[in-house]
T-cell receptor, first 114, second 113 residues
Framework: NAGVTQTPKFQVLKTGQSMTLQCAQDMNHNSMYWYRQDPGMGLRLIYYSASEGTTDKGEVPNGYNVSRLNKREFSLRLESAAPSQTSVYFC?????????????FGQGTRLTVV | DQQVKQNSPSLSVQEGRISILNCDYTNSMFDYFLWYKKYPAEGPTFLISISSIKDKNEDGRFTVFLNKSAKHLSLHIVPSQPGDSAVYFCAASAASRDDKIIFGKGTRLHILP
């Protein structure tokens, strides 16, 4: 049972390049999330998806787009990467959103934009 | 504006003693609170949670206390062990409104030998 799988684990981009971070969960969870972790800033919510076909903005959505492809997959796209998007990105999923349940996290994607 | 606040960036505790990590929140709609533990180069892992209808939840060495009137919760670890050295994140959600889970900035706990 893999849980939450993120790819890639590491990525270096040049300013202005685009890329998509992939996330898949095999726990049949309804809700999925993208967070970024920066030193001294904790985990900040970028976007989340309560169910297949729905997405909502989190705390720091600017510069990102997301796609809930199906129940398993939730991707995060950077259309034109900026150095300020250098961060560690975590995908998470929960069975029923924030309702009395824990979130399971992937191992993270370390992204550097130069 | 931060909705979940962990005002202590770091905490050092002697092995065997009690570790107390604090968390404050501002959103009165939050009704479910969680603590996560994170080691370097790994994703956060769930530790313990508490619903707003309770004021205490215990799981082995870990106990979470919730004071709704003060909008404050704390995580107690006793006795503290070397493997407890990690970053601890407090998180909260307002399940009646939406599926967002909001995290604090984290507290780095050092267990001293």
């Amino acid at each position: 049972n893999a849980g939450v799988t993120q790819t890639p684990k590491f990525q270096v981009l040049k300013t202005g390049q685009s890329m998509t971070l992939q996330c898949a969960q095999d726990m049949n969870h309804n809700s999925m999330y993208w967070y970024r972790q920066d030193p001294g800033m904790g985990l900040r919510l970028i976007y989340y998806s309560a169910s297949e076909g729905t997405t909502d903005k989190g705390e720091v959505p600017n510069g990102y787009n997301v796609s809930r492809l199906n129940k398993r997959e939730f991707s995060l796209r950077l259309e034109s990467a900026a150095p300020s998007q250098t961060s560690v990105y975590f995908c998470a999923s929960t069975a029923l959103g924030g309702v009395n349940t824990e979130a399971f996290f992937g191992q993270g994607t370390r992204l550097t934009v130069v | 504006d931060q909705q979940v606040k962990q005002n202590s960036p770091s905490l050092s505790v002697q092995e065997g003693r009690i570790s107390i990590l604090n968390c404050d929140y501002t959103n009165s709609m939050f009704d479910y609170f969680l603590w996560y533990k994170k080691y370097p180069a790994e994703g956060p892992t769930f530790l313990i949670s508490i619903s707003s209808i309770k004021d205490k939840n215990e799981d082995g060495r870990f106990t979470v206390f919730l004071n709704k009137s003060a909008k404050h919760l704390s995580l107690h670890i006793v006795p503290s062990q070397p493997g407890d050295s990690a970053v601890y994140f407090c998180a909260a959600s307002a399940a009646s409104r939406d599926d967002k889970i909001i995290f604090g900035k984290g507290t780095r706990l050092h267990i001293l030998p």
